[in-house]
C-alpha cells in the first residue's frame, strides 16, 4: 500500500499514519553492490494541511542489508529518522502533484532515507580490513599459497628500512 494522502480527509483534523511499506515500493535503487534495501520501511507520521501545503512530522525506520567496504563482511545498518519533518508545498512552482485529490508522499520519504543511507558502509569502525598475506608471498587467485620465487633485487629492496 503506497503513501498516498487523501486532501478532503483533512477538513476536520489532521491524518495519522502509522505501519509498514514494503521495499519494492520504496522503488529504492542505491546503484551500489554493497547496499540492498530489502526489508520494509517502518514509518509512524501526522500529517496536516497547513498554509498551502502539508506538513509531516514523525519517524522513519529502515533495516539495510549492507557489506563492510573493508573486510566485506556482511551486516544491517539502520536509517532511523526519529524527528522526521517535511513540508510539501500544493501550490506554485515546487508543489507536489496532486491526483484525484491525493497526494504520494514516497517522493519525499524515498529522498530523505537516501540522504541518509551510508556513504562507505563499516561493520565497525575500527575495522581494520581482510587479512594482510605474509610479504613476499603473493597468493595467486587460484588459491595455493606456495611461496614464489623472488629475483635477487626485491630481495634486496625488501631489505629497506624507511
Request: proline share 9%.
Amino acid at each position: 500500500m503506497p503513501l498516498v494522502v487523501n486532501l478532503r480527509h483533512f477538513e476536520e483534523e489532521n491524518l495519522f499514519l502509522s505501519g509498514q511499506l514494503p521495499a519494492r515500493e520504496l522503488d529504492i535503487d542505491p546503484r551500489d553492490e554493497v547496499i540492498q534495501v530489502t526489508q520494509p520501511l517502518d514509518y509512524d507520521l501526522e500529517v496536516q494541511k497547513l498554509e498551502g501545503g502539508l506538513l509531516i512530522q514523525g519517524s522513519l525506520h529502515l533495516l539495510l542489508d549492507c557489506q563492510c567496504v573493508r573486510c566485506l563482511k556482511p551486516f544491517e545498518h539502520h536509517v532511523e529518522l526519529k524527528d522526521w519533518s517535511c513540508h510539501l508545498p500544493l501550490e506554485g512552482e515546487d508543489a507536489v502533484p496532486v491526483v484525484n485529490d491525493c497526494v504520494d508522499l514516497i517522493g519525499a520519504v524515498r529522498e530523505d532515507i537516501l540522504l541518509d543511507f551510508p556513504r562507505h558502509p563499516l561493520c565497525n569502525p575500527a575495522c581494520r580490513g581482510l587479512p594482510k598475506a605474509a610479504p613476499g608471498k603473493a597468493q595467486k587467485p587460484g588459491g595455493s599459497a606456495r611461496s614464489e620465487v623472488i629475483s635477487p633485487a626485491w630481495a634486496e629492496l625488501n631489505k629497506l628500512k624507511f
